[in-house]
């Protein structure tokens, strides 16, 4: 986050255009970094020094640190301790940009330093910024009394960083009362506790859009109700997360079905951390309250007509799928007929799925376990007194360990776990089935 931020900074002082940013950024993660640009920027060689190595590496069929060592520059010790640094952001950053311009060393430190002093940090935060470690790095840009908002922020980051993009920074968190939005998804989880997690976007800048087509792995191209069932199950995925570390606290929670808004305002009080996605602007809106309001007039999202549904041809299972996620049925669909499984019928709730079942009476079932109207634990209860001999799945988010063990006692034959594993699905099934 580090070369996001200070080469953000880079483009205001006119040092880089943006077309040489996105290009540092591209490049930064394959770039190796050279021995001698880390010892220049830890101050134990000089450039001078660097180059005479470097030009005795013409002659010598030999690595730099070996001749720096002949040459009683540097002893093994530092050399090791340089070959630890290659990995880092921050150095790989330095080089391109070095090689990129005119710059030099003494200007770099004055820019750092002068960056330094505009973002707000002490000279060991701005160590800590250089590390690019995100479970530091937090705790300096998220100030909070309440519980669970730095660990939210924490697992929302994380998730950026594992299903959308490496390509982004945040921006130091604040409270607010009030925001108004063009885009918005969010899941409560309630219990012991009263949490909210949304993700929203005040203009339309993209980034909403960005993380439905990241996480979904489907190219969209305006947001509608798929690209708001994705971000949806982006934030489930990481209130699962949360409700599992509560969980193991001792703390009741559970979670309810998320929702998602357009053009409208959450109102309570919330924290806003934002985020620049790849220079697109994303808030990230955490509540640790029950006065938090994320809306009046929730979308209707992932309806589904069974009738519609056509049974998919082929010799195998007969399958029906109960998710109010249209984006995890299809998902769950392509696999499952990938494997020459053939899906029946599918639903978007509890309700829907008990009616679905009676009427197709498929060889096995999967039931999510949050779903509107009627959850999966209440709808498998109904499917096992009409059919004792129901095989069920039960798809879970983490955190959803209780319901889990409930819906297993009571006749469930396995479970599958969000986001989707294609080899745990299929070999479950096939468990299930034989």
Same mark, same amino acid.
């Given at each position: ?10 483009? &205001?002082?006119?040092?880089?255009? !943006? ?14 970094? /050279? ?41 093994? !010790?530092?050399?090791?301790?340089? =070959?630890? *640094? ?7 950053f330095v080089q391109l940009l070095m090689d990129m311009t005119d710059i030099t060393k003494e200007k770099?430190?004055?820019?750092? &330093? ?10 060991? $935060? ?51 009362? $009030? =925001? ?22 005040? #203009? %339309?800048?993209?980034?909403? =859009? ?6 979904? /792995?489907? %190219? ?12 949806? #199950? ?13 969980s193991g606290k001792s703390v009741d929670i559970d979670m309810k079905p998320p929702l998602a808004f +357009?053009?409208? +305002? ?41 009738? !519609? +549904?056509?049974?998919? !041809? ?22 499952? #007929? *990938? ?6 019928? #599918? ?13 197709? /009476? ?26 004792? *001999? ?27 776990? *969000?986001?989707?594993?294609? %080899? ?6 096939? /468990?299930? =089935?034989?």
């Amino acid at each position: 986050m580090f070369c996001q931020l200070f080469g953000n900074y880079l483009q &205001e002082q006119e040092v880089i255009n !943006e077309f040489d940013y996105r290009q540092l950024i591209q490049e930064q993660m394959s770039v190796r970094v /050279k021995l001698g640009t880390i010892a220049v920027m830890d101050g134990i060689l000089t450039e001078e020094q660097v180059e005479k190595i470097n030009q005795l590496q013409k002659t010598q069929d030999r690595r730099f640190g070996d001749i720096a060592v002949d040459e009683g520059l540097l002893t093994d !010790e530092q050399v090791g301790a340089l =070959l630890k *640094k290659q990995g880092n952001a921050y150095m790989q950053f330095v080089q391109l940009l070095m090689d990129m311009t005119d710059i030099t060393k003494e200007k770099l430190e004055e820019y750092l &330093e002068d960056f330094r002093k505009k973002i707000g940090f002490t000279p060991d $935060e701005m160590e800590i910024l250089k590390k690019d470690d995100l479970d530091e790095l937090l705790p300096m840009f998220v100030y909070s009394s309440k519980p669970y908002v730095l660990d939210i922020a924490g697992l929302l980051t994380r998730n950026i960083t594992r299903f959308v993009s490496r390509d982004f920074y945040i921006e130091k968190a604040r409270k607010a009362t $009030e =925001l108004s939005y063009t885009h918005l998804a969010c899941q409560e989880l309630a219990g012991d506790h009263s949490v909210f997690i949304a993700v929203a976007e005040k #203009e %339309e800048q993209g980034a909403f =859009l960005q993380v439905a087509s990241a996480f979904s /792995k489907q %190219e969209m191209d305006e947001v509608y109700d798929d690209a708001y069932d994705s971000v949806c #199950e982006f934030i489930n995925v990481t209130s699962g997360l949360l409700a599992t570390a509560l969980s193991g606290k001792s703390v009741d929670i559970d979670m309810k079905p998320p929702l998602a808004f +357009a053009e409208q +305002a959450a109102k309570g009080d919330f924290y806003i951390l934002p985020v620049i996605l790849e220079g697109r602007r994303l808030e990230l809106l955490i509540a640790v309250n029950s006065s938090f309001v994320p809306g009046t007039d929730a979308l209707t999202l992932g309806a589904v007509a069974e009738q !519609e +549904a056509n049974e998919s !041809e082929g010799d195998g299972a007969r399958v029906l799928i109960v998710d109010d996620s249209k984006m995890s049925r299809q998902m769950l669909r392509n696999i499952l #007929e *990938k494997d020459g499984y053939r899906v029946v019928m #599918e639903a978007s709730n509890g309700l829907e799925g008990l009616q679905a079942y009676m009427k197709c /009476k498929p060889d096995l079932v999967t039931l999510d376990i949050t779903m509107p109207e009627m959850d999966g634990l209440e709808a498998l209860e109904k499917i096992l007194s009409y059919d004792a *001999k129901a095989n069920a799945i039960m798809i879970t988010a983490a955190g959803q360990q209780d319901k889990l063990m409930r819906a297993l006692r009571a006749g469930a034959k396995y479970f599958i776990s *969000k986001p989707f594993n294609e %080899e745990e699905i299929l070999a479950n099934i096939r /468990k299930v =089935l034989a």
